[in-house]
């Protein structure tokens, strides 16, 4: 007993200290004298251009990864092919790469002195310093997140369903649609959480290709830090604040659409679908 | 014949699943397709579903090639062990997929859809999940989910194997009435040859990724083809050169000049059949299946002297 309520008292403790007070905090400080100071640096031009630099930003990558994500995990998991070992050992790799090291490679690829910059600048092509390099950017680092939740799903789920599917007279693609998907969809929608969590929270990789230019190339976490550096703490701590919100919003929305299909209500399905 | 598997061979990396099989199953009938695990037996089921691409040889469905076709054009049913049931759609919309993949009329699709579930005995779980449903009524939902497309073959790959014993036997029962209903050609992959015999009216016996024998069930238990069909369809005992199932042996108290002495081991009564073990001088150890009346005759028990004689015997080159 005595050992149970040690161990939560420990867990509690880490949390508290560690997640808890600090973003409580940010919250405080914000709030701090009020309305009025929060309203006019959400009012602020160069504000707003961040917030919405963000969102496209991750309205163009979030897409892009779910899709390549599925199909990854649908080629590793069911294909057999020489150099899959590697494949598999790639994906991981923003995940151990410092976002900074893949900025300054992007860098090294697409900047007026890279590989690609010649040929780029020829044909009035700007991908460093602007928002393309940006999504590059973001889409690396948040990459594995869906073929890795994907992954197990399909592991777990086998063939059995879709082979069935098959003598029934459903293609391929009728297959995916009808079968596949609807079985792997609660691993999809994590990923694609996590994916979201990842690129609204980016900062190494786009702080290096971005240039920083206020009101241009500027995101949500780069603006955080700027107001920081400049000392204007209200607009650092404004710009945090509805950082995590939205980050709140990605998980409640996640927790809506699992609540809108409730399909099954007995089983083990849904903890299988997240293991 | 309904279907016709011509010189088909079938490698898994080094490993032969399949060699150079060729079998022909008749319109209307029920095979079972009996052996060991490993036989290549799964294998031959999924060649004909067109699961799995032959590397060389031919399939025939009715008449037509089929080797090249992929599975949705092939027009068969297949059954799983697991019973593969989509787990996000209701009873009635597992039973459906395939009319629905085809298009029918939803008025059609329903009539025809509760025609299926009375037949499978399911009416009344329509609305269900699989997860709410028994191992039992899961294959059972399989199975009119795998007839509602009107098949011209059903393949049934292991389907009671999954199941306990009781219900196993249940559906063994089920399915072979149901057999009589539907009257479609049905194949079946199984490792048990008492539901091979239980079910089928053909069994093709495989071994090593080839045929050992094909025929009645009856025909393989008594006139069996190899040592290795003698002793996948019954228990036999090798008596000398011969091959001997425990109920041909006669046991007396004395000697008759032709038999052979042995002693007693061991008696176990399984209700109305004893098994006597007894062990011969050469040390080789027989069992012996006896009616109860008779072990209690002869006062049979442990280190009891007694002379046996194999009444058939078989002898493969």
Redesign the interface.
């Given at each position: 007993m005595r050992a149970r309520y040690g161990l939560r008292f420990a867990a509690l403790t880490y949390l508290t200290l560690l997640l808890v007070l600090p973003v409580g905090l940010v919250f405080y400080r914000t709030f701090q004298h009020g309305l009025e100071p929060v309203w006019s640096a959400m009012t602020d031009p160069d504000f707003l251009h961040a917030l919405w630099l963000t969102l496209l930003i991750a309205l163009i990558a979030v897409p892009l990864n779910t899709i390549f994500g599925v199909a990854c995990a649908l080629v590793l998991v069911r294909q057999r092919f020489r150099g899959k070992a590697v494949l598999n050992a790639l994906v991981d790799l923003p995940f151990a790469l410092s976002p900074v090291v893949v900025g300054l490679a992007l860098f090294l690829v697409y900047a007026r002195t890279g590989w690609f910059g010649p040929w780029l600048d020829a044909h009035g092509i700007q991908i460093v310093f602007a928002l393309p390099a940006m999504v590059l950017a973001t889409i690396f680092v948040s990459l594995p997140f869906v073929v890795r939740e994907v992954v197990p799903v399909l592991r777990e789920i086998g063939t059995e369903q879709e082979e069935a599917a098959w003598t029934l007279g459903a293609s391929s693609l009728s297959t995916f649609r009808r079968i596949t998907l609807p079985a792997i969809r609660w691993g999809v929608t994590y990923g694609v959480v996590l994916t979201t969590a990842r690129c609204l929270g980016e900062f190494g990789a786009v702080s290096v290709v971005s240039g920083n230019l206020i009101g241009k190339t500027q995101t949500l976490t780069l603006h955080v830090n700027n107001r920081f550096q400049a000392f204007d703490l209200v607009g650092a701590y404004t710009a945090s604040v509805v950082l995590a919100l939205l980050a709140l919003m990605t998980l409640f929305l996640m927790n809506l659409f699992r609540k809108e299909t409730p399909r099954v209500h007995s089983g083990p399905r849904r903890d299988e679908a997240l293991r | 014949m309904s279907i016709a598997v011509r010189g088909v061979t079938k490698r898994f990396g080094d490993f032969v699943a399949l060699d150079d099989v060729s079998v022909a199953i008749a319109g209307g009938s029920l095979t079972a397709l009996l052996g060991p695990s490993g036989s290549g037996k799964s294998t031959l089921l999924r060649v004909i579903?067109?699961?799995e691409e032959p590397d060389e040889g031919k399939v025939l469905i009715l008449g037509e090639h089929a080797t090249g076709l992929?599975?949705?054009k092939?027009e068969?049913?297949?059954v799983?062990q697991?019973y593969?049931?989509?787990?996000?759609l209701t009873v009635r919309e597992n039973v459906a997929?395939?009319l629905r993949?085809?298009k029918r009329p939803k008025g059609e699709i329903r009539g025809r859809v509760d025609e299926l579930l009375e037949l499978v005995q399911l009416n009344g779980l329509a609305e269900r999940?699989p997860?709410?449903l028994s191992g039992g009524q899961r294959q059972r939902m399989?199975l009119a989910?795998?007839l509602?497309?009107e098949p011209k073959v059903l393949l049934l790959d292991e389907p009671f194997g999954a199941l306990d014993a009781r219900v196993r036997k249940e559906l063994r029962t089920w399915l072979r009435r149901l057999h009589e209903d539907v009257h479609v050609t049905t194949v079946l992959v199984t490792h048990d040859q008492e539901e091979a015999m239980d079910v089928a009216d053909r069994i093709v016996l495989m071994n090593e990724g080839r045929i050992e024998q094909t025929g009645k069930p009856r025909d393989l238990y008594e006139h069996p083809a190899s040592e290795f069909v003698m002793g996948f369809v019954g228990p036999v005992n090798r008596f000398d050169n011969s091959f001997v199932r425990p109920h041909d042996f006669e046991i007396e108290l004395e000697p008759d000049g032709t038999s052979r002495e042995g002693i007693v081991k061991r008696v176990v009564h399984l209700g109305f059949e004893v098994r006597v073990e007894v062990a011969l001088p050469d040390d080789n150890e027989i069992w012996i299946q006896l009616s109860r009346e008779r072990t209690e005759d002869l006062d049979l028990e442990p280190g009891r002297s007694v002379f046996i004689r194999p009444e058939k015997t078989k002898v493969f080159a």
């Open positions: - | 579903a067109g699961l992929p599975p949705q092939r068969v049913g297949f799983f697991h593969a049931a989509f787990k996000h997929f395939g993949i085809r999940y997860a709410q399989a989910r795998a509602a497309v």
